[in-house]
């Protein structure tokens, strides 16, 4: 059984990545253990899927930090490849105090390499760099949510990408989210509020999203050239 582990920002993160893997490659084909690092230990974090028939076994760990995530994978990664593990990922958001302090409020592409080029900087430097890969989200991973759009008509039919633009002025079918959003975990709030609903990154919420989650959205939005920061991350885990 091949095995992956994924460090995630926060529970958000680790919610969307464990449906993420099971969509992309199968819930028959995987089996997930979900921890939380804090404090330096490790607790158990919920959501396990056992199989042992599995193909590939995923350990997906909220390290409760945006700024910690390189750094857990960089402490971990000797002990991680003398476990097995055959893949290292981390997967983070590109908004943080850090990004604000460089790029005010505002959706900076220069910003945003500089950020990604030192993270792989960082990644060269360790001692598997070829067993690692840090993505980011930009600028949250909100911003995949509303890249498959489809999934907020799978919690209420009244949330038409055509319903949105009228009531709140941006269209899901054309605009990038990435792109267009510095908050998009904002909008995704807007977009609920709409509905009597809220979104407030609680366990509840983040899975009333991702539960929608079909193999028809990702590949409509990698058909779609929208969220580009979506297909490391993808190409990583369907390879695994």
């Known amino acids: 059984m091949r095995k992956v582990a994924i ?9 969307f990545v464990r449906y993420l893997v099971g969509v992309a ?18 607790s158990l974090g919920g959501m396990d899927l056992y199989n042992q028939n599995a193909d590939v076994h995923f350990q997906i760990i909220d390290v ?15 002990l991680l490849v003398k476990q097995g593990f055959k893949q290292v990922i981390g997967l983070r958001d590109m ?17 945003i390499q500089a950020f990604i080029e030192g993270a792989q900087q960082t990644v060269q430097q360790m001692n598997s760099p070829d067993k690692i890969a840090l993505h980011f989200a930009i600028m949250e991973v909100e911003a ?7 999934v907020f008509e799978r919690i209420d039919a009244k949330l038409t990408a055509q319903y949105i633009a009228q009531e709140l002025r941006f269209n899901l079918d054309k605009i990038d ?24 990154k609680s366990r509840g919420d983040v899975e009333a999203i991702c539960r929608g989650i079909e193999q028809s959205d990702v590949q409509a939005m990698l058909a779609s050239g929208r969220c580009q920061s979506f297909r490391g991350l993808y190409a990583d885990i369907i390879s695994s």
């Open 177 to 200: 989210p990435q792109e267009g959003f510095l908050r998009p975990s904002d909008k995704v709030n807007q977009i609920l509020h709409l509905v009597g609903r809220k979104y407030g």
């Open 95 to 111: 908004y943080s105090e850090a990004y604000v302090k460089r790029a005010d409020r505002k959706v900076a592409n220069d910003v």
């Open 144 to 150: 995949w949510f509303l890249g498959m759009c489809k």
């Open 64 to 78: 409760g930090g945006d700024e910690r995530v390189l750094g857990v994978i960089k402490d971990r990664e000797r």
């Open 7 to 15: 460090f995630t920002e926060g529970q958000t993160e680790q919610i």
């Open 25 to 42: 490659l199968g819930w028959d084909k995987i089996s997930i253990k979900c921890l939380r690092l804090c404090d330096g230990q490790m």
